[in-house]
């Protein structure tokens, strides 16, 4: 497209042609404002707006400036806050656009703020689908620099120019159009042209309709413009600025808009002129516009206090109780239509005003409806038009009960593909009813819209049903429901306020929440927003491995829309996190640090204790609108000097991240203020007994823990990990280490480098270079593609380390390549791999590890029997602060303390090891007794007795029936105690150990199905499958490369490979006697029977430390 045919493009798009769709638009919004001018060049919005923002946003931000040096003539410029430059560039960008364009501004909000754009479709297309689609229209080869550094975005580029940009997608993107530019000068697309591109973009759904639009953009935009263009697809602007900020410029009540219909474009149109203010008539919702509901507030920690709350009267002191559903928030619009199928027009919105209208149906008869297609009957006589409140859930009509919340979307797809099926389904629960017939139910009292609902809507059975309330008056009645739905493994409850009105977007105490207390918490999960991160060590080393949390500050001017940007500092977190967890924190903020300053700290937004002195001051901290919130749970809040608030949380731990929250829906200063008064009031209270007593904890003596095969006489002391056992090697390390232990490629080049070896960035820099590589990268793809050399997994590293550690004082012997240790084995050496293990793939030369043990036991016929381990004491409480303190600070969490002043509960099994012929049905007994082992070891006391009042967590094996579940739920749920344990899988254990980190139990929480008990609906879950892996590992059949000689440093014994010849023959006998506190009977009687069979094995004197792994 050449400029003329390009001018008449954007004159065929001017406002001064009305289109159809115009005229329709200006039928349903008369008032809407029409601009006199064309819209800007796209150009104009990063040139004048975007990259003037972005500038701000990466200076230091000190202090505001004192107003007493402010000169006679008033403030200049260069004497402006921040906020007021940030307040002042979106001023001057809006004035130029009245004056330019006209009073419709919504073209530019569209692309300044897309994902406030609800008009417009999602895209459908994400980072990888972006840059497949780049890597075609550019014609670049995919496996080249530029098409690894598209297509894996997140890793580090190749060269050092492209490292910093990992995790940004548009710089990666931009840092590869540049080199190949279409125009090097502005386009001249205008931003009328782009938002038309981009409403085709979100109606094209395959590859072949997006390629020709994006590749128009690519033909018409310089790098710069295709860099914003792709940041506006992904709806990820960073721009310094947020919606609040340019709301606030725009029009004084813009935020109050938004906020109540979602609508951006009812923000543009209806708030056109500044001077005008909205109305009361115009400050409630709409039908078909997604508004902000009402939440429930946090609960307190008396019940008391809670009624006192729902505000009764003598003539009137009834309150509500309801069961809390694990589903969706959903809002549900329905407007009589004989324009549509049917006769009747629906829209779904969630919570977060996401269209679900094409998931659940837009009319009585889309045949894509999961729900909508059911409503025939659903709505009386006389109801034309109605906005339903409620909650959207899974549930399986053959269980009779709900299912978790996370196959709700699973459970939609299913039914709309086949409405007539068994499966599970989309069951809508309404609870109120806001609209009706044109009328405005919010300010009406929660009896009367009730009132309204049960006249104007019929129950559908299980697709469609009024949600059901009790009458209470008093904690006796709180206390029997909360009972109940603990027993039935349900979410909680939801007290509310019959005399109350519907409370658009607040959280108010006419509604409030009341989950049940588990030991080791306090009470309500905190929702705390990252202001700093804290480097680690050791294996969580390398990155930020505990992050600093605030409260933000409460601003007395927040109501009229400047929320305050300032957080105090509060707690440090940093135990609890997963891999994952890491790189998600790191995905959604990364580019967004800034390295802390002593001398200029960012006061603005961070106060720390101490004044000057800046106590925890962290090592980088992020502004909290770019920041994310964690959900937090903690034992307790206990007064500190060193964080701003004057308190902080006692054992902080992570639960999750809350990506559905952001910084200004995180906690306040004064919220928290609340939440901490209940605690101190009613901290004597016991919510579930009438005496307020505990049973006396009995004191049990301390037991010795003993490791199988642990000799305290055969003890070698630990000296480090160096040596001489890689002297004369050369290494090409690829990739960092995955399993068994996590290794960057960093700490892999120093091992090798302490035990003698030498290490190069190429496999042809040295002779006979040993490639190692855990993970299939472009290189070791390539390398594996040549077929020349084989690959070794950083494995036989550690295990050749280990093992000289094992052996001190003997000759120094590298191991013989094992199929386990094979990432690539070319074919004429895989024979040769082969012959160091036996036919169980025990090593002929390597001491097995407990874990290997139990993965030869299960390839072996095997007995039933039980065996049963004691329990260890725990240790001071004293000491675990201290350790704790280590944690968060970034250190590594010893293996003895992963479980300290934990109870355990494992109820009675059959304990037997699994039968190597059925692998599918694995004995829960055994997997008790390991995880059983695994706790002990980590530092938990073990108990016997299910009323032990000091119970932390009953765990139970993944595949225990639900009926048992259901059973011990009810027994723990009328124990006297107000605290009450979890209830876990050996999965948590499990990954907790392998983690290193005490997870979040609700990871693997042990969940059952319970069937319905009158009017009360159990939010039942399927179990998590899963059991102890063990002894599940599949072996590699692959071998090795014989480019170098395994050889001693000393004169070996003879033969100089077999490990077995170097030590006595009795070292090697099978001893039961051993490893009685280990093993089964049952593995007993098979090692006697099995002796002579297994070739090599040895139990070796195990030292407790932080590789030791029991199992």
């Known amino acids: 497209m050449d400029e003329e045919e390009a001018s008449n493009h954007e004159k065929s ?166 080199k190949r530019p279409m125009r090097t000068e502005v386009g001249n697309m205008s931003i009328e042209e782009v938002n038309d591109k981009l409403d085709q973009l979100s109606n094209a759904s395959k590859e072949d309709q997006q390629l020709p639009i994006l590749s128009e953009f690519y033909r018409r935009m310089n790098p710069e413009e295709m860099l914003w263009l792709i940041r506006i697809i992904l709806r990820q602007m960073k721009v310094g600025a947020t919606e609040r900020t340019l709301f606030n410029v725009w029009h004084p009540d813009a935020a109050n808009l938004y906020s109540i219909s979602s609508s951006l474009r009812r923000v543009c149109w209806e708030l056109h002129d500044p001077n005008i203010r909205l109305g009361a008539e115009n400050s409630g919702i709409s039908l078909m516009q997604c508004f902000q509901p009402q939440l429930a507030q946090f609960q307190m ?308 204790a101490g004044g000057n002195a800046q106590h925890e001051r962290p090592d980088q901290w992020i502004k909290p609108e770019d920041s994310v919130v964690l959900c937090v749970k903690a034992a307790s809040v206990s007064i500190s000097d060193q964080f701003r608030v004057g308190l902080t949380l006692r054992f902080p731990r992570f639960k999750r991240l809350r990506m559905d929250k952001d910084w200004k829906s995180a906690l306040s200063m004064q919220e928290f203020l609340d939440l901490k008064s209940n605690v101190e009031q009613e901290q004597k209270e016991k919510e579930f007994s009438v005496e307020n007593f505990r049973k006396k904890r009995v004191k049990r003596p301390k037991k010795e823990l003993t490791v199988a095969g642990y000799s305290p006489s055969a003890e070698v002391k630990y000296e480090g990990p160096s040596g001489h056992i890689f002297d004369g090697f050369n290494f090409f390390i690829l990739t960092d280490s995955v399993a068994p232990i996590k290794k960057s490629k960093a700490e892999l080049e120093q091992l090798v480098k302490l035990n003698g070896g030498k290490i190069y960035q190429t496999n042809k820099a040295a002779p006979n270079t040993v490639c190692i590589a855990d993970r299939r990268t472009v290189k070791a793809a390539s390398l594996q593609k040549n077929g020349d050399v084989s690959i070794i997994r950083p494995s036989w590293i550690l295990d050749c380390v280990r093992q000289n550690e094992i052996d001190a004082g003997l000759p120094d012997l590298l191991l013989p390549l094992e199929p386990r240790h094979m990432f690539f084995t070319t074919p004429s050496k895989e024979e040769e791999v082969l012959t160091s293990v036996d036919q169980f793939n025990d090593s002929y030369a390597r001491d097995v590890t407990r874990e290997e043990l139990v993965s030869l036991l299960d390839k072996m016929s095997a007995d039933k029997g039980s065996s049963d381990v004691p329990p260890r004491g725990e240790a001071t409480k004293k000491l675990r602060e201290v350790i704790q303190e280590r944690v968060d600070a970034g250190w590594d969490l010893p293996c003895g303390w992963l479980f300290q002043n934990l109870t355990f509960f494992f109820p009675d099994q059959t304990t037997q090891v699994p039968d190597a012929g059925n692998s599918e049905h694995p004995c829960c007994g055994y997997r008790l007794s390991l995880a059983r082992n695994t706790a002990r070891f980590a530092g938990a006391t073990v108990v016997n007795d299910c009323e032990d009042p000091s119970i932390t967590h009953v765990v139970v094996d993944p595949d225990t029936p639900s009926t048992e579940i259901a059973t011990l739920r009810k027994t723990l749920s009328a124990r006297a105690d107000q605290k009450l344990p979890h209830i876990v899988t050996t999965e948590w254990i499990k990954e907790s150990w392998e983690q290193q980190s005490l997870l979040d139990e609700d990871r693997q929480m042990a969940v059952d199905a319970v069937e319905r008990t009158g009017d009360h609906v159990t939010v039942a879950k399927d179990r998590r499958r899963g059991g102890f892996k063990g002894g599940e590992k599949t072996w590699n059949k692959q071998t090795t490369d014989g480019w170098f000689t395994l050889r001693p440093r ?40 099995e002796k002579g069979k297994v070739s090599g094995a040895s139990i070796q004197p195990e030292r407790f430390g932080k590789d030791a792994v029991p199992e």
Not at 414 to 433: C, I, M, T, W, Y
């Open 301 to 608: 920690q008396s019940f008391d206090r809670m009624i006192a709350r729902m505000r009764g009267t003598e003539e009137d002191p009834v309150f509500w109780i309801e069961e809390k559903l694990d589903g969706e928030r959903m809002q549900l619009h329905m407007q009589s239509d004989s324009s549509v199928p049917g006769g009747r027009r629906f829209r779904f919105w969630s919570r977060k005003a996401k269209d679900y209208t094409y998931l659940y149906g837009k009319s009585l008869e889309d045949p894509n409806g999961a729900l909508a297609r059911h409503l025939k009957d659903a709505f009386a006589d006389g109801v034309n038009s109605l906005i339903l409140d409620g909650e959207m859930i899974a549930w399986n009509p053959e269980q009779g009960a709900p299912e978790p919340f996370g196959t709700l979307k699973t459970a939609a797809l299913a039914e709309q593909r086949n409405p007539f099926s068994n499966g599970s389904r989309p069951l809508f629960r309404v609870f109120d009813l806001l609209f009706l017939n044109g009328h405005d139910l919010t300010r009406y009292t929660l009896r009367d819209r009730r009132n309204a609902l049960q006249k104007s809507v019929k129950s559908v059975h299980r697709r469609f049903e009024v949600h059901p309330y009790e009458e209470a008056i008093d904690k006796t009645q709180i206390e029997a429901a909360l009972r109940r739905v603990v027993a039935e493994a349900s979410e909680g409850l939801v007290l509310k306020n019959p005399r109350s009105p519907y409370r658009l977007n607040e959280r108010h105490d006419d509604w409030m929440k009341v989950k049940p207390e588990y030991m080791t918490e306090f009470g309500e999960s905190l929702d705390l927003i990252v202001i700093g991160g804290y480097y680690g060590s050791g294996h969580r080393g390398g990155g930020l491995a505990s992050f600093l949390c605030g409260l933000r500050v409460d601003n007395a001017s927040s109501s009229q829309g400047n929320t305050s940007t300032k957080c105090y500092s509060f707690c440090k977190v940093g135990g609890g996190f997963t891999a994952a967890d890491y790189a998600n924190i790191r995905h959604h903020t990364d580019g967004k640090w800034m390295d802390w300053n002593p001398k200029n700290p960012p006061t603005a937004y961070i106060e720390l």
């Open 13 to 178: 798009h001017s406002y001064s042609q009305p289109s159809q769709q115009d005229s329709n638009l200006d039928e349903k919004y008369p008032n809407r404002p029409h601009n006199h001018s064309q819209t800007l060049p796209f150009h104009e919005l990063f040139e004048t707006l975007f990259n003037p923002l972005s500038e701000l946003s990466k200076k230091p931000t000190g202090s505001a400036v004192p107003r007493r040096k402010v000169g006679p003539h008033g403030q200049s410029a260069a004497n402006l806050t921040p906020h007021e430059k940030r307040r002042d560039v979106i001023e001057r960008f809006i004035s130029r656009w009245r004056k330019e364009v006209g009073d419709d501004i919504y073209p530019a909000f569209r692309l300044i703020l897309p994902d406030k754009d609800r008009d417009r479709a999602m895209y459908g297309i994400k980072e990888k689908a972006i840059g497949k689609l780049l890597v075609k229209i550019m014609k670049i080869d995919k496996n080249s620099e530029d098409g690894f550094n598209l297509l894996n975005w997140k890793l580090p580029g190749q060269l050092a120019t492209s490292r910093f940009m990992a995790g940004d997608f548009a710089r990666r993107c931009y840092d590869v159009i540049s």
């Open 1050 to 1089: 000393a004169p070996p014994p003879s033969p100089p490979m077999s490990r077995t010849t170097r030590r006595p023959a009795e070292l090697y006998a099978i001893n039961p006697s051993t490893i009685a506190e280990k093993m089964t009977e049952d593995a007993r009687k098979l090692f006697e029977s």
